[in-house]
């Protein structure tokens, strides 16, 4: 499976971005699905994530409220809409892939997209 993050980019403080993660394969709709992040200097950490048919999603405290996990299992994508973006939101967005359904691990990463989020 390889997977692609897109979307990110330069917003203000406020505003929103929708982030989008593609995915080849067909074996996408079976994966459980995770966004996670990393800002300059820190640890990587988790954002969100969603069950393969969508029907579980769970969210890092820090984001609840503000962003939303979704995916479409025809197009082989997973969206993470984040909204009220704060500048501490700053960081490389990445999407990941796990097969066993459980969260535990993810056994496939894609490459980053930056969000940077000025005050």
């Known amino acids: 499976v390889q997977l692609q993050a897109s979307g990110g980019g330069l917003v203000q403080a406020g505003g929103s971005l929708r982030l989008s993660c593609a995915a080849s394969?067909?074996?996408?709709?079976?994966?459980?699905m995770g966004w996670f992040r990393q800002a300059p200097g820190k640890e990587r950490q988790f954002v969100a994530a969603?069950?393969?048919?969508?029907?579980?999603?769970n969210y890092a405290d820090s984001v609840k409220g503000r962003f939303t996990i979704s995916r479409d299992n025809a197009k082989n994508t997973v969206y993470l809409q984040m909204n009220s973006l704060k500048p501490e939101d700053t960081a490389v967005y990445s999407c990941?892939?796990?097969?066993?359904?459980?969260?535990?691990?993810?056994?496939?990463w894609g490459q980053g997209t930056l969000v940077t989020v000025s005050s």
């Open positions: 990941a892939a796990n097969r066993d359904g459980t969260g535990r691990s993810y056994d496939y």
């Open positions: 394969g067909r074996t996408f709709s079976t994966y459980r």
């Open positions: 969603i069950s393969w048919n969508g029907g579980n999603t």
